[in-house]
């Protein structure tokens, strides 16, 4: 088991020293001097050059990447922002929270809402129940996550006056973006849920559970869920990884300051490293999540556990 | 002669016993519908829209939804109805082609990774780990910077930002049927490796292709429109349904209608393929339906 982490865990060097090259390159050719950008447009044509030396910018492309792997792997080190000259980790790190914050209370609600609603749908199939969730589920699936944000401000802010229609620090303030980053995800596990307990449901040992008189609760809670668990935690886990990283829709319609936002407005200002930094960021914490996923299955299936050793 | 015309009438039957099943399907059925309807209002926008997208009018800014101007007008009083027809054009375009690169580039790598295997399907399926660790939207913006904001390059974005997904399915759907006899039977017969892939493998899997693809118009659309949203994407006074919901969202206090009609018309659209992807998932493999 541990052997079997540790090999996941070098795995993920090469595919984050990937991700490095790609967002390296794709900046690379992004227009813009980043001297230019640190020296801002009052500076002389001479400082500029100047710093274009210091920098190693005039350096070939695959120099300035090794330069840049090097300091990544070695040193753990991405530079400094541009803008506020703070080390890329530190402004990440003060953003992280938030983003953390609100995918979390959004997979939280996903899994609270799913699961049960998607285990009630599949016993009851074909029941009114089911139509109309399965009718939910599907048009949660097409909502546009920046049109739900708004009507959701629309309703609940401007009409209504419950809720703040921005900030993340109290609860109140959570309750519409966690809802609105979460609505598609509530979907996607009720969906998931349904499908996969309809399918272990059909299983002969459910009907042997049954036909020995096993308590129906039982049935479900024990023997079909404990088995149907599998896609339901797969799903969950893909679901919070692009929670992480896809929030930006969601972060910039309720102002919070989270790593989406940071992420858009260092593009807007040509902060490379800060988009450098968080790009790397957001696919570490996601190559994680899909590795502690992959962990928890041993956890609930045996059969896996069994494998690693 | 009469083995070709069999031969042809076998091919009609399956896509026919697929349509036949799909039909059943009122739901996907809808979905279809709609989705013909909106090409209809793609092609015929300069009839069906009773305005310019573009023309401003200064003396009817903010106007409410009326008989003159069904969904109401925005800050600069241009018609709001008929920004919506033209932004189905835009939203059409960049869905079907920014799918439509996914699958040829995501396509042929996982055939060719999935056909020949070995060390070359390792290298290519690293590189989309690689690809599959950036999240679709932050890869697309970092596209989109890079190349900077039009239409093309927001097509471009989305595309690559999705080229694993059709990868991964393409590689495994080829996986499952190259050890097949029929195969082998292909290339005893002296058929070239592409002509197999091309002929023999593709054709067999498209089933799955078909719907991943159907949704990933959805999907693309809503990319599209959310890099347009935060301002990334397609610019004004191009009329985008993405950018004309970042508009209305000034105003949204006074004024709701200017974000409640773009918001509508993408939700439709998206819909309409989701209830067409599931309706063909259904039709196309008939064991998957519960």
């Known amino acids: 088991m541990l052997k079997y982490f540790a090999r996941r865990i070098l795995m993920l060097i090469p595919v984050i020293l990937g991700v490095a090259f790609i967002v390296f390159f794709l900046l690379y050719i992004t227009p813009g001097d980043p001297a230019r950008i640190i020296l801002g447009d009052q500076a002389t044509e001479e400082s500029v050059l100047q710093l274009r030396e210091e920098m190693g910018l005039n350096d070939p492309f695959f120099v300035r990447f090794g330069k840049y792997a090097y300091n990544l792997v070695v040193n753990q080190d991405v530079g400094k922002s541009y803008v506020t000259k703070r080390p890329v980790w530190d402004e990440i790190m003060t953003v992280f929270p938030a983003t953390l914050k609100l995918a979390g209370s959004s997979i939280l609600l996903a899994l609270l809402i799913g699961i049960p609603i998607g285990i009630i749908s599949a016993i009851k199939q074909y029941s009114i129940f089911d139509n109309v969730t399965m009718l939910f589920a599907l048009i949660g699936i097409s909502m546009p996550v920046f049109w739900l944000g708004l009507l959701l401000i629309l309703l609940f802010s401007v009409k209504l006056g419950w809720l703040p229609s921005s900030g993340y620090t109290t609860l109140n303030a959570m309750i519409l973006p966690a809802v609105a980053l979460g609505a598609q995800s509530i979907a996607i596990i009720t969906r998931m849920t349904r499908s996969s307990m309809l399918e272990v449901i059909r299983m002969d040992y459910i009907r042997m559970a049954r036909s020995k008189g096993q308590d129906e609760n039982k049935v479900v809670f024990k023997h079909a869920l404990g088995n149907a668990l599998i896609p339901i935690i797969t799903i969950a886990g893909l679901q919070f990884g692009r929670l992480l990283g896809g929030a930006v829709l969601t972060e910039s319609i309720f102002s919070i300051p989270g790593i989406g936002r940071l992420m858009v407005e260092s593009i807007k200002m040509r902060d490379f490293p800060v988009v450098q930094g968080g790009v790397l960021f957001v696919a570490i914490s996601f190559s994680l999540v899909n590795l502690l996923v992959d962990l928890l299955y041993a956890y609930v299936d045996p059969r896996i556990k069994s494998q690693y050793k | ?290």
């Open chain 2, 1 to 290: 002669m009469n083995t070709v015309k069999q031969k042809k009438n076998k091919k009609k039957s399956i896509w026919l016993d697929v349509w036949r099943r799909l039909r059943k399907n009122k739901m996907a059925v809808g979905g279809l519908v709609i989705i013909i309807l909106l090409f209809l209002t793609a092609i015929f926008a300069d009839w069906i829209a009773p305005y310019s997208y573009e023309s401003q009018d200064l003396l009817n800014m903010f106007q409410t939804p009326s008989f003159e101007h069904w969904f109401g007008t925005d800050e600069f009083g241009r018609d709001i109805f008929s920004r919506i027809v033209y932004g189905s054009r835009i939203s059409l375009e960049v869905g079907f082609i920014a799918v439509g690169i996914s699958l040829i580039i995501g396509g042929s790598i996982g055939a060719i990774a999935g056909y020949y295997g070995g060390r070359l399907e390792n290298l290519l399926m690293r590189c989309m780990d690689v690809l599959l660790a950036i999240p679709e939207i932050l890869l697309a913006i970092a596209i989109v910077a890079a190349l900077g904001p039009s239409i093309a390059n927001l097509m471009i974005a989305v595309g690559i930002s999705s080229i694993p997904g059709y990868a991964r399915l393409v590689r495994a759907s080829v996986m499952s049927i190259r050890e097949q006899e029929f195969i082998e039977a292909a290339r005893a017969a002296g058929s070239s490796d592409f002509r197999i892939i091309v002929k023999h493998i593709l054709p067999n899997c498209m089933a799955p292709i078909i719907v991943q693809a159907t949704i990933g118009v959805a999907i693309a659309i809503l990319t599209a429109a959310g890099l347009s949203f935060i301002g990334l994407g397609i610019q004004p006074p191009t009329p985008e349904w993405g950018s004309m919901l970042s508009g209305g969202r000034s105003y949204i206090r006074d004024y709701p209608h200017m974000t409640l009609f773009p918001g509508i018309a993408m939700m439709v659209t998206i819909l309409a393929l989701n209830l067409l992807g599931d309706g063909l998932r259904d039709a196309l493999d008939p064991k998957l339906k519960n």
